[in-house]
């Protein structure tokens, strides 16, 4: 594939195959030509699953190299067809070129750090308790531990993510490091984005030998597709990035199931920032800049868009406020990735206009599918009494909570919901408050950070993307970094196994 341009199938890839769909769908592109796409169905959801079962019974019990060098072709694959996948993905969600290059280049690393990753072997925390024999009053057993599969995972495709956590995202490329094979729902926001990573990973199974019901796409659909694979019985665990609307349902509908299954959901998060007294007065018209900057990254579409900032009453804590509005008033219109998602976007700030506690700082007007920025001020009192304030407005939107001191700042971080990031902005002055914060802020998010922004969430063993409910609803659980591959494995104790039928991995 040479060509910059491609045209879609619009089909399911089903277990090896391109499936026509009974219906189709129209896709919704910021600019450019739209294409129909297979509507998804539960009948669609079922092959799909009894395929990705057959195949665990091959694919689960490859070796680690085989399935580093499966990892490391997809990663190949996808590369090279970047072109094509540029241009559909900048016009599906109207990203720039380059932020889907990016993403793109993420997604490759992912898959070839999973690669790197289960080659080593430490993800399989071995253990082994050796027989004691003669030990009284009774003898030990041998003992041996060992992390495996568990079977068909289904992942949803996330609406701000078209590579990175979708179709072959972090949650793909840990479940089939796992040994896991996965049925990912693919999102309508992007299906031709999706449709030509699945053929990445279709070319890949074939290059490498692999089953073919290792991997599955299902487009499109209703609800009664999301619950028909979430409650599919061969389905035994699930990924997700979206609403917290539609992450808690389908999280509800896995624990209805008779067989409960994890729900492994990226939900929503404000991502609060508390800018501490030393460094609002050393710095801050330099904080104010960089969070306006970060909220308006990519539109404020990501899930770590620090939309709330903690700041002290006083000339200091204006600086910051004044630096961030000045630096908003620079931002101009931004294309968002869906109608809907600007629809909820003007809702949002809907929300906060009609309170009589929040005034703007600097409001704009909201015009079709683009969104521009706008900030709004409050007191720690009315966010406190008002549940709403703290709620996920999917864009660039932010709140200011003003505080009178360190103690008051200290109740409101003890106010916050779970969170997938926090941030302390401090200097050497404020390191008294920040102790007093942080065995807080460590119960509230699963990353916290000194002086710096959290969009952008480094690949990486040690990072943490995840937190307690709403952030997501497992705060034992990562989506991104290595440690992500735990979601999909489980231990196995074997006694007194002989060795010659032990797993070749527990050596």
Known sequence: MS???????????????????????????????????????PDVIDRAAKAAEDAFWTYG??????????????????????PQITWIGTSESGLPAARLEGERGRTTGQLRLFASHIRKGDYLDRRHDEALPDRQPLPRPDLRMIQRPIGPVAVFGASNFPLAFSTAGGDTAAALAAGCPVIVKGHSAHPGTGE?????????????????????LVQGGKRDVGQALVQHPLIKAVGFTGSLAGGRALFDLCAQRPEPIPFFG????????????????????????????????????????????????????????SAAKAALEGV????????????????????????????????????????????????????????????????????????????????????????????LHMDAGDADLARRLLPILERKAGRILANGFPTGVEVADAMVHGGPYPASTNFGATSVGTLSIRRFLRPVCYQNIPEGVLPDDIA
């Open 3 to 41: 060509d910059e341009t491609f045209t879609p199938h619009g089909k399911h890839l089903i277990a090896g195959e391109w499936v026509a769909g009974d219906a189709t769908f129209r896709s919704e592109p910021a600019s450019g030509e739209a294409f129909d796409y297979a509507v998804g169905t």
């Open 61 to 82: 019990y490859t070796t680690r190299e085989e399935r580093a060098a499966f990892l490391e072709a997809i990663a190949d694959e996808i590369e090279a067809r970047g």
């Open 196 to 216: 030509i990573v699945a053929e990445a990973i279709h070319v890949a199974i074939q290059k490498t030998g692999m089953p073919k019901g290792v991997f599955s």
């Open 266 to 321: 990226e939900l929503g998060s404000v991502n609060p920032m508390f800018v501490l007294p030393a460094a609002a007065k050393a710095r801050g018209a330099e904080i104010g800049k960089g969070w306006a900057g970060s909220l308006t990254m990519g539109a404020g579409q990501f899930c770590t868009n620090p939309g709330i900032a903690v700041i002290p009453k006083g000339a200091e804590g204006d600086a910051v406020v």
């Open 332 to 423: 101009g219109p931004q294309v968002m990735l869906t109608d809907g998602i600007a629809d909820a976007y003007r809702k949002g700030k809907e929300r906060f206009d009609g309170r009589n506690a929040v005034h703007p700082v600097h409001a704009t007007e909201q015009e079709g599918r683009n969104a521009s920025p706008n900030l709004y001020e409050t007191d720690a009192d009315a966010y406190l009494q008002d549940h709403a304030l703290g709620e996920e407005v999917f864009g660039p939107l932010g709140l200011v909570v003003r505080v009178s001191g360190p103690d008051e700042m200290v109740s409101l971080a003890k106010g916050f919901e779970g969170q997938l990031t926090t941030t």
